[in-house]
């Protein structure tokens, strides 16, 4: 049973466009959502995360977008530039449970 | 943001040959350490979670005798792949969870080729 489900597997987009990644949730004990993002051969870093108290969270170029009644949510890459080209994994986990639960994966080309 | 490095980054080893990984927490005490496994073009796969001064805890399937981890300090847990075998090679990634109960940094993987 898939717990994240995340969406599109792969995306292609013009460099300075909008990137956005998808992903829900069934489990509503989710209390953190974090997304990471990946290089070829490397680790995931930490990119951005949201708690449900807030529908929206900023830092720079990336934004994450929570609907709770839908149980979704969502990264936007805003001026999407080549060296954004990697993979993307949105998370969830629930307080008192030290696991994340990872989505598939995102596999993200800005094109030049 | 908060520092984790693995060692080695790369290691080839014979069939049957036990091998070491480090994971260390640079700048920062963890009390849980997590071991995960990642084939390619998939997600990440969690194999065990590792705190400080107790025994770790592996996700069904894992093999715990294979799969040796020991997490001796705050800042150092070690996943050892003992009698190795082909099907091993992959790429393991270890993260320390900091501040945030939540918050998990990650290493930057060691790759393992079994010959």
């Known amino acids: 049973q898939q717990q994240v489900k995340q969406s599109p597997q792969s995306l292609i987009v013009q460099k300075g466009g909008i990137s956005i990644i998808n992903c829900a949730y069934e489990?509503?004990?989710?209390?953190?959502f974090p997304w990471y993002q990946q290089f070829p051969g490397k680790g995931p870093a930490l990119l951005i995360a949201?708690?449900?108290?807030?529908s929206e969270k900023k830092e720079g170029r990336f934004t994450i977008s929570f609907n709770k009644s839908a149980k979704q949510f969502s990264l936007h890459i805003m001026d999407s530039q080549p060296g954004d080209s990697a993979t993307y994994f949105c998370?969830?986990?629930?307080?008192?449970?030290?696991?994340?639960?990872f989505g598939k994966g995102t596999k993200l080309t800005v094109n030049p | 943001g908060a520092v984790v490095s693995q060692h080695p980054s790369r290691v080839i080893c014979k069939s049957g040959t036990s091998v070491k990984i480090e994971c260390r927490s640079l700048?920062?005490?963890?009390?849980?350490m997590f071991w995960y496994r990642q084939f390619p073009k998939q997600s990440l796969m969690l194999m065990a979670t590792?705190?400080?001064?107790?025994?770790?805890?592996?996700e069904q399937g894992v093999e715990k005798d294979k799969f040796l981890i020991n997490h001796a300090s705050l800042t150092l847990s070690t996943l050892t792949v003992t009698s190795a075998h082909p099907e091993d090679s992959s790429f393991y990634i270890c993260?320390?969870?900091?501040?945030?109960?939540?918050?998990?940094?990650f290493g930057p993987g060691t790759r393992l080729t079994v010959l």
């Open positions: 949201i708690r449900p108290d807030v």
């Open positions: 993260s320390a969870r900091w501040t945030s109960p939540d918050t998990q940094y």
């Open positions: 590792s705190n400080e001064g107790s025994k770790a805890t592996y």
């Open positions: 700048d920062f005490q963890a009390t849980t």
């Open positions: 489990n509503t004990a989710f209390d953190y």
């Open positions: 998370a969830a986990s629930s307080r008192g449970s030290e696991k994340l639960v």
